[in-house]
């Protein structure tokens, strides 16, 4: 009976500790609400328009231009961006793509997705899209891993004919992202993640004076830093279940703990 109110009492505890972890492995739902969303695109990386994830930004341009936006990822998120670019109805046959930098501009390899798509004629739209690698709460000086930070999308025709050079276009961007969690954690993190102008504005502040930010955009709850991550959970509950297994060993081992009594001899 004892054995079987501490299995008892350990389920429940156990029941507790996953919930908050099943919870924050679930990806919050994307913003629906395109009010105020952007409407035009920058022309390069100290121009680009910032975009919140979630939400839909579109820009009219012409053929041959460079295209700009960011957005803000933090640790542990895999982004996707999308991308479709809507051509006018005559046109010749079109290359288009898109590409994605981190806040220290080194191109981010897509892990799968048609960053690139050839339009031919006749063709009314293109659809592109790229999913990143998942973001690394710290990584190597030498590597090219995605940090915390700034990241910035390039979207630009790169193969047409002369007759369609300059021609209107108009385009349509979305980001989001699924929260891979613990799977990603990783035992470092940033001190500050990598956006454009905030050493700047650290030092501004300690000063006291006012210095602006370059990339003003951040996760609506803030950078995590990666110091949490649901892996805290599931280290707890392997303890849990190391902890029942010493128990149950034990009172299995010691049996019922009264010494047999032998008859006495005649």
């Known amino acids: 009976m004892r054995i079987t109110r501490v299995l008892g009492a350990a389920l429940l505890a156990l029941g507790l500790a996953a919930g908050p972890a099943a919870a924050d492995s679930t990806p919050s739902p994307s913003a629906s609400d395109d009010g105020g969303a952007p409407t035009r695109a920058g022309t390069s990386f100290r121009t680009a328009t910032e975009v919140e994830q979630g939400q839909r930004a579109t820009a009219s341009g012409s053929t041959g231009d460079y295209l700009y936006w960011s957005f803000p990822a933090d640790a542990e998120q895999r982004p996707t961006v999308r991308a479709t670019v809507k051509l006018p109805e005559t046109h010749g046959t079109q290359t288009w793509q898109i590409d994605v930098y981190d806040g220290l501009r080194r191109r981010q390899s897509c892990q799968y997705g048609a ?76 001190s500050t993640p990598l956006v454009p102008g905030i050493a700047v504005k650290s030092e501004a502040e300690e000063d006291g004076s006012k210095s602006a930010v370059l990339s003003s955009i951040e996760p609506d709850d803030g950078w995590s830093s990666g110091w949490w991550s649901d892996r805290w959970v599931w280290t707890a509950i392997g303890g849990v279940l190391a902890a029942l297994a010493g128990i149950g060993g034990y009172a299995l081992t010691r049996g019922s703990g009264r010494p047999s009594r032998m008859p006495p001899s005649a």
Do not use: F, M
Request: hydrophobic share 40%.
């Open 115 to 190: 960053a690139t798509r050839t339009a031919g004629q006749g063709t009314s739209s293109v659809e592109l899209a790229c999913v990143l690698r998942t973001v690394r709460a710290w990584s190597e000086p030498w590597a090219n891993d995605p940090l915390p930070g700034t990241y910035y999308v390039r979207l630009t025709v790169v193969d047409l004919t002369a007759s369609d050079l300059g021609q209107p276009v108009s385009t349509e961007v979305r980001v989001d992202s699924k929260d891979i969690g613990g799977a990603a954690a990783v035992d470092g993190s940033l």
